[in-house]
Protein backbone atom coordinates (compact mmCIF):
# COMPACT_ATOMS: atom_id res chain seq x y z
CA UNK A 1 0.00 0.00 0.00
CA UNK A 2 1.54 3.67 -1.15
CA UNK A 3 -0.41 6.66 -0.16
CA UNK A 4 1.56 10.15 -1.70
CA UNK A 5 2.30 12.05 1.58
CA UNK A 6 -0.37 14.39 2.76
CA UNK A 7 2.09 17.02 2.03
CA UNK A 8 2.40 17.20 -1.64
CA UNK A 9 -1.26 16.71 -1.91
CA UNK A 10 -1.91 19.76 -0.04
CA UNK A 11 -0.36 21.54 -2.85
CA UNK A 12 -2.38 19.84 -5.46
CA UNK A 13 -5.18 21.21 -3.80
CA UNK A 14 -4.35 24.50 -3.85
CA UNK A 15 -3.51 24.23 -7.73
CA UNK A 16 -6.79 22.53 -8.20
CA UNK A 17 -8.51 25.20 -6.11
CA UNK A 18 -7.00 27.87 -8.21
CA UNK A 19 -7.98 26.94 -11.33
CA UNK A 20 -11.53 26.21 -10.03
CA UNK A 21 -11.59 29.72 -8.47
CA UNK A 22 -9.54 31.47 -10.41
CA UNK A 23 -7.50 32.87 -7.40
CA UNK A 24 -11.08 34.42 -6.46
CA UNK A 25 -11.77 35.00 -2.40
CA UNK A 26 -13.73 32.85 -1.03
CA UNK A 27 -16.54 33.02 1.22
CA UNK A 28 -18.09 30.51 4.07
CA UNK A 29 -21.42 30.60 3.68
CA UNK A 30 -23.56 29.08 0.66
CA UNK A 31 -22.40 25.34 -0.24
CA UNK A 32 -23.58 22.60 2.06
CA UNK A 33 -21.17 19.47 2.01
CA UNK A 34 -23.48 16.19 3.64
CA UNK A 35 -20.57 13.22 4.49
CA UNK A 36 -20.79 10.87 7.20
CA UNK A 37 -18.59 11.42 10.25
CA UNK A 38 -17.25 7.87 10.24
CA UNK A 39 -17.62 5.58 6.98
CA UNK A 40 -16.74 1.67 7.63
CA UNK A 41 -15.96 1.16 3.66
CA UNK A 42 -13.78 3.55 2.17
CA UNK A 43 -14.86 2.06 -0.96
CA UNK A 44 -18.73 3.70 -0.93
CA UNK A 45 -19.07 6.93 0.71
CA UNK A 46 -22.22 8.69 0.18
CA UNK A 47 -21.78 12.55 0.09
CA UNK A 48 -24.08 14.81 -1.03
CA UNK A 49 -23.44 18.77 -1.91
CA UNK A 50 -25.92 21.37 -2.08
CA UNK A 51 -25.70 25.53 -3.06
CA UNK A 52 -28.55 27.32 -3.91
CA UNK A 53 -28.32 29.38 -6.68
CA UNK A 54 -24.85 27.56 -7.79
CA UNK A 55 -23.34 27.28 -11.39
CA UNK A 56 -20.97 24.60 -10.55
CA UNK A 57 -19.70 22.80 -7.46
CA UNK A 58 -16.19 21.21 -7.12
CA UNK A 59 -15.82 18.08 -4.54
CA UNK A 60 -12.00 17.35 -3.57
CA UNK A 61 -10.47 14.84 -1.05
CA UNK A 62 -7.46 16.33 0.02
CA UNK A 63 -6.34 12.65 1.10
CA UNK A 64 -7.09 10.72 -1.80
CA UNK A 65 -3.99 9.73 -4.43
CA UNK A 66 -5.64 12.00 -6.53
CA UNK A 67 -7.57 14.50 -4.78
CA UNK A 68 -10.46 15.37 -7.33
CA UNK A 69 -13.74 13.65 -6.87
CA UNK A 70 -16.28 15.13 -8.82
CA UNK A 71 -17.05 18.31 -10.34
CA UNK A 72 -21.02 19.51 -10.89
CA UNK A 73 -22.17 21.94 -13.35
CA UNK A 74 -26.11 22.93 -13.35
CA UNK A 75 -28.19 23.76 -16.40
CA UNK A 76 -30.65 25.41 -16.66
CA UNK A 77 -33.50 22.95 -15.62
CA UNK A 78 -31.60 21.74 -12.87
CA UNK A 79 -34.12 21.47 -10.23
CA UNK A 80 -32.16 22.43 -7.27
CA UNK A 81 -28.25 22.96 -6.78
CA UNK A 82 -27.94 19.82 -5.27
CA UNK A 83 -26.50 16.39 -5.79
CA UNK A 84 -25.58 13.01 -3.99
CA UNK A 85 -22.93 9.83 -5.23
CA UNK A 86 -20.76 7.11 -3.70
CA UNK A 87 -17.02 7.92 -3.47
CA UNK A 88 -13.89 6.28 -2.63
CA UNK A 89 -12.03 7.47 0.02
CA UNK A 90 -8.18 6.19 1.16
CA UNK A 91 -8.43 6.78 4.17
CA UNK A 92 -9.29 9.24 7.04
CA UNK A 93 -9.21 12.95 5.17
CA UNK A 94 -10.99 16.23 4.55
CA UNK A 95 -13.47 16.35 1.91
CA UNK A 96 -13.86 19.93 0.53
CA UNK A 97 -16.72 21.33 -1.25
CA UNK A 98 -16.30 24.87 -4.00
CA UNK A 99 -19.01 26.43 -5.20
CA UNK A 100 -19.43 28.82 -7.19
CA UNK A 101 -22.28 30.84 -6.87
CA UNK A 102 -24.67 32.61 -9.02
CA UNK A 103 -23.60 35.92 -8.38
CA UNK A 104 -19.88 34.19 -9.46
CA UNK A 105 -18.44 34.49 -5.94
CA UNK A 106 -16.90 31.23 -4.76
CA UNK A 107 -17.74 29.27 -1.14
CA UNK A 108 -15.90 27.00 0.37
CA UNK A 109 -16.74 24.45 3.18
CA UNK A 110 -15.21 21.18 3.90
CA UNK A 111 -15.56 18.29 6.23
CA UNK A 112 -13.30 15.47 8.09
CA UNK A 113 -14.53 11.88 7.40
CA UNK A 114 -13.30 9.10 9.12
CA UNK A 115 -12.40 6.10 7.50
CA UNK A 116 -12.20 2.56 9.15
CA UNK A 117 -11.12 0.61 5.83
CA UNK A 118 -9.46 2.74 3.22
CA UNK A 119 -10.99 2.63 -0.53
CA UNK A 120 -8.32 2.97 -3.12
CA UNK A 121 -6.63 -0.43 -3.97
CA UNK A 122 -3.27 -1.43 -1.91
CA UNK B 1 -12.84 -2.18 -21.99
CA UNK B 2 -15.88 -2.37 -19.57
CA UNK B 3 -17.91 -5.06 -20.03
CA UNK B 4 -21.92 -5.40 -18.65
CA UNK B 5 -22.19 -1.50 -18.51
CA UNK B 6 -25.52 -1.33 -17.80
CA UNK B 7 -27.70 1.89 -17.03
CA UNK B 8 -30.40 2.36 -14.54
CA UNK B 9 -32.20 5.53 -14.45
CA UNK B 10 -35.82 5.82 -12.20
CA UNK B 11 -37.89 9.18 -13.15
CA UNK B 12 -41.31 9.54 -12.13
CA UNK B 13 -44.09 9.12 -14.60
CA UNK B 14 -46.30 11.91 -14.70
CA UNK B 15 -45.67 15.82 -12.93
CA UNK B 16 -47.23 18.95 -12.68
CA UNK B 17 -45.75 21.49 -15.33
CA UNK B 18 -42.97 23.43 -13.23
CA UNK B 19 -42.60 20.54 -10.73
CA UNK B 20 -39.33 19.51 -9.17
CA UNK B 21 -38.87 16.18 -9.56
CA UNK B 22 -35.77 13.41 -7.84
CA UNK B 23 -33.64 11.39 -10.76
CA UNK B 24 -31.44 8.90 -9.63
CA UNK B 25 -29.11 7.27 -12.12
CA UNK B 26 -26.84 4.13 -11.53
CA UNK B 27 -24.67 2.80 -14.06
CA UNK B 28 -22.82 -0.68 -13.43
CA UNK B 29 -19.27 0.21 -14.85
CA UNK B 30 -16.12 -1.12 -12.54
CA UNK B 31 -14.71 2.47 -12.49
CA UNK B 32 -11.30 1.22 -12.47
CA UNK B 33 -9.42 3.88 -10.58
CA UNK B 34 -6.02 3.35 -12.08
CA UNK B 35 -4.50 2.88 -8.35
CA UNK B 36 -4.94 -0.62 -7.96
CA UNK B 37 -2.17 -3.93 -8.98
CA UNK B 38 -2.85 -7.19 -9.97
CA UNK B 39 -1.33 -10.14 -8.20
CA UNK B 40 2.11 -9.46 -10.31
CA UNK B 41 2.58 -5.57 -9.48
CA UNK B 42 0.93 -4.20 -12.78
CA UNK B 43 -0.72 -1.32 -12.52
CA UNK B 44 -4.12 -1.79 -13.78
CA UNK B 45 -5.11 0.76 -16.07
CA UNK B 46 -7.86 3.24 -15.66
CA UNK B 47 -11.10 2.71 -16.56
CA UNK B 48 -13.92 5.19 -15.58
CA UNK B 49 -17.03 6.87 -16.62
CA UNK B 50 -15.44 10.42 -16.64
CA UNK B 51 -18.65 12.43 -17.26
CA UNK B 52 -22.31 12.27 -16.98
CA UNK B 53 -25.03 14.59 -18.07
CA UNK B 54 -28.84 14.82 -18.21
CA UNK B 55 -31.18 17.13 -20.49
CA UNK B 56 -34.25 17.39 -21.15
CA UNK B 57 -35.89 18.36 -24.48
CA UNK B 58 -32.55 19.63 -25.38
CA UNK B 59 -31.66 21.79 -21.87
CA UNK B 60 -29.73 20.96 -19.63
CA UNK B 61 -29.96 19.75 -16.48
CA UNK B 62 -26.57 18.56 -15.39
CA UNK B 63 -23.10 17.81 -16.26
CA UNK B 64 -20.87 16.33 -13.65
CA UNK B 65 -17.28 15.63 -14.29
CA UNK B 66 -16.11 12.24 -12.61
CA UNK B 67 -12.68 11.53 -11.38
CA UNK B 68 -11.57 8.05 -9.99
CA UNK B 69 -12.45 8.87 -6.72
CA UNK B 70 -16.06 7.80 -7.66
CA UNK B 71 -16.78 4.59 -6.73
CA UNK B 72 -17.74 1.49 -8.66
CA UNK B 73 -21.65 1.52 -10.57
CA UNK B 74 -21.42 5.28 -10.25
CA UNK B 75 -24.59 6.95 -8.71
CA UNK B 76 -25.52 10.30 -9.26
CA UNK B 77 -29.05 11.89 -7.81
CA UNK B 78 -29.92 15.31 -8.51
CA UNK B 79 -33.56 17.20 -8.92
CA UNK B 80 -35.06 18.86 -12.48
CA UNK B 81 -37.98 20.95 -13.23
CA UNK B 82 -40.01 19.70 -15.39
CA UNK B 83 -41.47 22.76 -17.27
CA UNK B 84 -43.52 20.33 -20.07
CA UNK B 85 -43.98 16.66 -21.31
CA UNK B 86 -40.77 15.76 -23.10
CA UNK B 87 -38.01 12.94 -22.79
CA UNK B 88 -35.10 13.13 -20.39
CA UNK B 89 -31.54 11.98 -21.97
CA UNK B 90 -28.71 10.83 -20.37
CA UNK B 91 -25.85 9.80 -21.43
CA UNK B 92 -22.35 8.69 -19.87
CA UNK B 93 -18.78 8.87 -21.48
CA UNK B 94 -16.50 6.20 -20.86
CA UNK B 95 -12.60 6.70 -20.94
CA UNK B 96 -12.55 4.25 -23.75
CA UNK B 97 -14.32 6.24 -25.77
CA UNK B 98 -18.05 4.71 -25.47
CA UNK B 99 -21.24 6.69 -24.66
CA UNK B 100 -23.77 4.88 -22.75
CA UNK B 101 -27.10 6.16 -23.29
CA UNK B 102 -30.94 5.83 -21.87
CA UNK B 103 -34.19 7.83 -22.10
CA UNK B 104 -37.21 8.61 -19.85
CA UNK B 105 -40.21 10.06 -20.88
CA UNK B 106 -42.58 11.99 -18.66
CA UNK B 107 -46.22 13.43 -19.35
CA UNK B 108 -47.01 17.18 -17.73
CA UNK B 109 -50.81 16.76 -17.24
Request: net charge negative; hydrophobic share 40%; aromatic share 6%.
Amino acid sequence: MSFLPMRANAEAVDDLIAAFTGGAEMGDAGVDLNAPEIAENGNTVPVEVSAPGAKAILLLAAGNPTPPVAQFNFGPLAGSQTASTRIRLAGTQDLIAIAQLGDGTFARTSKTVKVTIGGCGG
Amino acid sequence: MATGVKPRVKVPGSASAGEVITIKTLISHPMESGQRKDSDGNKIPRSIINRFTCDFNGQNVIDVTLEPAISTNPYVEFQATVPETGEFQFKWYDDDGSVYEDNKPITVG
